[in-house]
């Protein structure tokens, strides 16, 4: 490994702080390093024949950095400076260790795949998800899903959101669509306060097309990862599919970590402290008797 990026937080002081550090840390050991914040139209440029990325911030920087390398892959490392990241697993504190375990050739590559919405004659790339919506508040809108040209559902709701794997933690999450395995390339699409409780999520397989139409008088916005907004007039389609691309995450933990960080972020896990460290029966008389 001879060339690593770091991209920071570009309105987070300590993230770019973190990222100097971090920044004369990697000097010591490798032979280029190059620091830019997220957002720069440079970065873009800088990100080519780099050989790890380094995001210091949120999810928001990660995914903002995924979406700039296509079509590149060049492995990320997240340092998570938010209160709410998934997709930035290391913690400030550690950040040097496991940079150092990253360079010495440790971690795993976890792939995330992207996925692809086209609008017009324009395709946008995103790490999480599409998401058609109302423009009104208070007044829902009417989005007809089809797939491969066969209509399947008309949703009369907030907004239709379509989401990879690693965006069925993020918004659809909320929503209340399924958890993916962080590398499956299926999509899923989850209605948002949909007017009929029977709407459900509906899990697709890699090669769908699905596509997104405003019906109705009342025009709708599509925003991709949640940085792009782009304004629908009724009767617009966007077409959303998988992308031919996907991003190397590099791990330097087991892939089970994933759900246990998952269960610690979303509050599911009763018990505190490192469950692979904990015998199984011990749990269970906690669970039963609260801890001694």
């Not at 490798?30 to 139209?41: G, K, M, R």
């Not at 990862?225 to 599919?241: C, K, R």
Request: aromatic share 6%; hydrophobic share 40%.
């Amino acid at each position: 490994m001879r060339r690593v990026g770091i991209l920071v937080h570009p309105r987070w002081e300590a993230a770019q702080e973190l990222g100097r550090q971090l920044e004369i840390f990697l000097r010591r050991h490798i032979e280029e390093v190059w620091l830019s914040t997220a957002w720069d139209e440079k970065a873009t440029q800088l990100i080519v024949g780099t050989d790890l990325l380094v995001c210091v911030g949120g999810d928001g920087t990660v995914l903002w950095a995924a979406r700039s390398m296509v079509p590149h892959r060049v492995p990320i490392v997240g340092v998570s400076m938010g209160r709410l990241a998934f997709l930035a697993e290391v913690q400030p504190h550690e950040a040097q260790d496991c940079l150092l375990k990253a360079l010495q050739g440790g971690g795993r590559l976890e792939e995330r795949w992207l996925l692809q919405a086209t609008l017009r004659d324009t395709t946008t790339y995103g790490l999480n998800d599409v998401v058609v919506g109302r423009s009104h508040l208070g007044r829902p809108i009417d989005v007809e899903v089809a797939l491969a040209g066969q209509s399947i559902a008309l949703y009369r709701a907030d907004a239709v959101i379509v989401a990879t794997a690693t965006g069925s933690t993020a918004y659809s999450l909320s929503a209340g669509g399924p958890i993916l395995p962080p590398e499956s390339r299926d999509l899923v699409i989850t209605p948002v306060a949909p007017h009929m409780a029977a709407s459900r999520s509906i899990v697709l397989p890699p090669d769908s097309l699905v596509s997104l139409c405003i019906r109705g008088e009342f025009p709708g916005y599509m925003s991709v990862d949640g940085q792009d907004e782009t304004l629908l007039p009724p009767g617009q389609v966007v077409q959303v599919a998988t992308s031919p691309y996907w991003v190397p995450f590099l791990r330097l933990s087991p892939p089970y970590r994933d759900y246990l960080l998952l269960a610690q972020r979303l509050g599911w896990n009763p018990f505190p402290g490192d469950l692979n460290r904990r015998p199984y029966m011990e749990m269970t008389e906690e669970a039963h008797h609260g801890p001694q």
